[in-house]
């Protein structure tokens, strides 16, 4: 599955955004979803994961905050950040994996990944 995500930009500390994960090439009611950041001189990290039947899971720092939901009519996958902080600025990247089909946190069970978008919220 090639995955796209879309939806970075600029935002004001206190603002919101969504970003959008495109699948296409696979059949996408099977992947488990999950949406990664990185941010400049840091590790990627977990942000949020969702199964195939739509259960989520976050990351500590962004629960409450961000919701992740999945439309598999329309192969789409988003992320919705609420009450943006700066440390919430990285470039933030959708991934997929097929087996097993348990939500997971650790980007190594994902062999999909997408090019990343950047987001940068300011103060």
């Known amino acids: 599955v090639q995955l796209q995500a879309s939806g970075g930009g600029l935002v004001q500390a206190g603002g919101s955004l969504r970003l959008s994960c495109a699948a296409s090439g696979g059949t996408f009611s099977i992947y488990v979803f999950g949406w990664f950041r990185q941010a400049p001189g840091k590790e990627r990290e977990f942000v949020a994961t969702?199964?195939?039947?739509?259960?989520?899971a976050y990351a500590d720092s962004v629960e409450g905050r961000f919701t992740v939901s999945r439309d598999n009519a329309n192969n789409i996958v988003q992320l919705q950040g609420n009450s943006l902080q700066p440390d919430d600025t990285a470039v933030y990247y959708c991934?997929?994996?097929?087996?097993?089909?348990?939500?997971?946190?650790?980007?190594?069970?994902?062999?999909?990944w997408g090019r990343g978008t950047q987001v940068t919220v300011s103060s």
């Open positions: 969702i199964s195939r039947n739509g259960v989520s």
């Open positions: 991934a997929a994996k097929a087996n097993p089909y348990s939500l997971a946190r650790s980007a190594r069970a994902y062999d999909n």
